[in-house]
């Protein structure tokens, strides 16, 4: 069967979704109706078919996460932590950006890239309408390293789930294939950030916009208890072979019950736009695979290996990473997955590692690549201060080049590929 038309529903669906005419999601769910109006009238599937292209396991873990984090967030945990740690090291413009960038880093791990950046990015700017700091070099750092942050866990990022699920990695398994990567990766890029902004560090010590912020410490200790749950639950299930997907919802129902918030404000923070565009795009993967309409890209990947399995995960890596440079890194994620499962090596470790790898690093060459530098720009540019959207990339540039260069080194060795 000609896989073209198929695969003009996926461009339509990929077009629409990075020209932000529309929501994501709807954008994924018309392409999906008119993928499967195609399987339908070909006679490929049926429509209780695609429908099981839905990705329950992922889906399921993807909202335990988000409903966890938003009460944790809703509790003050991670703003308590983060101001507590800026106040010490206010007066030391080098430090705080060590410190700005690996709250950044961290942060994202378990929050959303878009809201630990706004975390770090509101008070940075509140240092700098005090006077304390010039704020544009660490925001910008911030949000390089907040691109970074969610790559070495399962629940760092939609992506990481994706991939994970599909890979059959646990919590912990997926954490000592990547983790390692993503903490080397910090310190590669802090001292490419330094080298960078050297001469533009500089801060007067004020911190009287801090001091005046108040949060309760029970709820501050109330959501470090619930996320230290989520977490012990995700490795226990791992140990138990039990899905990640039930231990995130079993913690989302405890963090309800525990918590106190109103469930309908808490459901109504999620980011529904993220789950519906993941559920939609999953079906479309799904009928793509049913007509084999990827089978060219994976043919493509496994000629050039040649049968290596190291070259192919260097393929995989670096084609991915060009292509998040230009499209959401989700949709590279869900794209590549069926293509790396197609290729011919009984163990894909390393496979699934540099397609995690490269999704999630290649967001920040460009402006338009990565959301996170499109709000920190925006959000500078509210309060006055002049950026250039292209001065960004000439740090972005070479920090995704450092990123995708040392992670092919780290793959090869982490998985005796030399």
């Given at each position: 069967?000609?896989?073209?038309?198929?695969?003009?529903g996926?461009?339509?669906?990929?077009?629409?979704?990075?020209?932000?005419?529309?929501?994501?999601?709807?954008?994924?769910?018309?392409?999906?109706?008119?993928?499967?109006?195609?399987?339908?009238?070909?006679?490929?599937?049926s429509?209780?078919?695609?429908?099981?292209?839905?990705?329950?396991?992922?889906?399921?873990?993807?909202?335990?996460?988000?409903?966890v984090?938003?009460?944790?967030d809703?509790?003050?945990?991670?703003?308590?932590?983060?101001?507590?740690?800026?106040?010490?090291v206010?007066?030391?413009?080098?430090?705080?950006?060590?410190?700005?960038?690996?709250?950044?880093?961290?942060?994202?791990?378990?929050l959303?890239?878009?809201?630990?950046?706004?975390?770090?990015?509101?008070?940075?700017?509140?240092?700098?309408?005090?006077?304390?700091?010039?704020?544009?070099?660490?925001?910008?750092?911030?949000?390089i390293?907040?691109?970074?942050?969610?790559?070495?866990?399962l629940?760092?990022?939609?992506?990481?789930?994706?991939?994970?699920?599909?890979?059959?990695?646990?919590?912990?398994?997926?954490?000592?294939?990547?983790?390692?990567?993503e903490?080397?990766?910090?310190?590669?890029?802090?001292?490419?950030?330094?080298?960078?902004?050297?001469?533009?560090?500089?801060?007067?010590?004020?911190?009287?916009?801090?001091?005046?912020?108040?949060?309760?410490?029970?709820?501050?200790a109330?959501?470090?208890?619930?996320?230290?749950?989520m977490?012990?639950?995700?490795?226990?299930?791992?140990?138990?072979?039990?899905?990640?997907?039930?231990?995130?919802?079993?913690?989302?129902?405890?963090?309800?019950?525990?918590?106190?918030?109103?469930?309908?404000e808490?459901?109504?923070?999620?980011?529904?736009?993220?789950?519906?565009?993941?559920?939609?795009?999953?079906?479309?993967i799904?009928?793509?695979?049913?007509?084999?309409?990827?089978?060219?890209?994976?043919?493509?990947?496994?000629?050039?290996?040649?049968?290596?399995?190291?070259?192919?995960?260097?393929?995989?890596?670096?084609?991915?990473?060009a292509?998040?440079?230009?499209?959401?890194?989700?949709?590279?994620?869900?794209?590549?997955?069926?293509v790396?499962?197609?290729?011919?090596?009984?163990?894909?470790?390393?496979?699934?590692?540099?397609?995690?790898?490269?999704?999630?690093?290649?967001?920040v060459?460009?402006?338009?690549s990565?959301?996170?530098?499109?709000?920190?720009?925006?959000?500078?540019r509210?309060?006055g201060?002049?950026?250039?959207?292209w001065?960004?990339?000439?740090?972005g540039?070479?920090?995704?080049a450092?990123?995708?260069?040392?992670?092919?080194?780290?793959?090869?060795?982490?998985?005796?590929?030399?």
């Open positions: 069967m000609d896989p073209t038309k198929y695969l003009l996926y461009l339509l669906v990929v077009l629409l979704a990075v020209s932000e005419a529309f929501p994501m999601s709807l954008s994924a769910m018309v392409g999906a109706a008119l993928l499967v109006a195609f399987g339908v009238s070909d006679g490929v599937l429509f209780s078919e695609a429908l099981s292209f839905i990705d329950l396991e992922l889906l399921a873990l993807l909202v335990g996460v988000m409903i984090v938003e009460v944790v809703r509790c003050g945990t991670f703003r308590y932590l983060a101001l507590k740690v800026v106040r010490r206010l007066k030391r413009p080098v430090l705080l950006l060590v410190v700005a960038g690996l709250m950044s880093a961290l942060t994202s791990l378990l959303s890239d878009e809201a630990a950046l706004l975390l770090i990015v509101a008070i940075l700017l509140s240092l700098g309408k005090a006077g304390a700091l010039d704020p544009v070099p660490f925001a910008v750092s911030s949000a390293m907040v691109n970074l942050g969610g790559t070495g866990t629940v760092g990022s939609v992506p990481n789930m994706a991939i994970g699920i599909r890979a059959g990695f646990s919590f912990a398994e997926f954490a000592s294939y990547l983790l390692p990567c903490f080397a990766l910090y310190g590669v890029t802090l001292a490419l950030l330094y080298l960078y902004y050297r001469g533009k560090l500089q801060s007067s010590g004020g911190e009287a916009e801090l001091e005046e912020i108040e949060v309760s410490r029970v709820d501050v109330k959501g470090a208890f619930l996320l230290s749950l977490l012990a639950l995700l490795i226990a299930a791992g140990i138990a072979d039990f899905p990640a997907s039930a231990a995130a919802l079993a913690s989302a129902v405890v963090a309800l019950a525990l918590a106190g918030f109103d469930t309908l808490v459901f109504q923070r999620l980011d529904w736009d993220t789950v519906f565009f993941t559920a939609a795009f999953t079906v479309i799904g009928v793509l695979e049913r007509v084999e309409a990827l089978k060219g890209l994976a043919l493509w990947l496994q000629g050039a290996a040649g049968g290596s399995l190291a070259l192919a995960s260097l393929l995989v890596l670096l084609v991915s990473g292509a998040s440079l230009l499209l959401p890194n989700l949709i590279v994620a869900l794209s590549f997955i069926p790396v499962e197609t290729l011919p090596f009984a163990d894909k470790r390393a496979l699934w590692s540099a397609l995690v790898l490269g999704a999630n690093l290649g967001g060459g460009l402006p338009v990565s959301f996170v530098i499109v709000m920190t720009i925006g959000a500078l509210r309060e201060y002049e950026i250039d959207p001065a960004v990339t000439r740090v540039i070479p920090v995704t450092a990123w995708l260069g040392f992670s092919a080194i780290y793959l090869l060795t982490r998985f005796g590929l030399l």
